[in-house]
């Protein structure tokens, strides 16, 4: 069975990980497809910032709830700064149809153990990476694109889970979303350093294979989070390159910026 499945329900087309269905906890990873944006923002832009109407991703927000089964006013944000502070959601983090919310908590991953909470963590090419601790009923998403990886954002989100939850990282579930792979992600060697610094050889974070460095998110996370004492076996990876399947989903790198995020998100059932 593929780790990522790709579903459709009332119009909207998404990914969900089946490691994580026990039937408390939903998963989403959206697509372009099953909103009502357009043109470049075509159509299931989930993002306040990048020119849309608001009421458009208003909208697509409240499909995505519909999807879900989930309380639209209960979709926890914040905002991503390429850092590694994982925050622990409270009420400043809750809203939807406000537009851009103000003093929202600056935090590339968010953690809870309520009920009926959905994190929310937007991308166009960066990975968006999930946990699920069935045993303490914990959940975490984390936004790690190359600067966040490299401070290891993945293992900060299990350490803190493990302190405020009493997460085992063994009882751990993981998945890596859809993210720009080694095929298209060209780099300048100030970025390849960086991979070369924080990871051995044998972890394969840099291919040389190209004319210029490549950067393999990819294996940079399953390292990072294998190392938090995640088992391989709780890992799954969606393994499709949104660069490559640009018509499928938004690319920063595709589009020289000018396109619309995606969301990852994952809630407790009530
Ligand atoms: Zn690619």
Redesign the pocket.
Known sequence: MEDFIKKTRNGVEYYTIPLFNNGKVKTAFTTRHGGVSEGHLATMNMSYTRGDAGENVYENYMRLAGVLEANPEKFAFSYQIHEDNVHIVDENNFGIGYGVIPDLVKADALITNQKGVTLVKHSADCAIVYFYDPKNNAIGLAHSGWRSTVMNIAAKTAKKMSEVYGTKPEDLLCAVSPT??????EVGSEVSEKFEEVFAKEDSTVSYSYEKPHVNLVNALKTQLMKAGVKEENIAFANL?????SEEFFSHRKTGGRCGLSVGVISLAD
Do not use: A, D, P, T
């Open positions: 720009i792979m080694e095929c298209c992600f390159c949104s660069c490559c399947n």
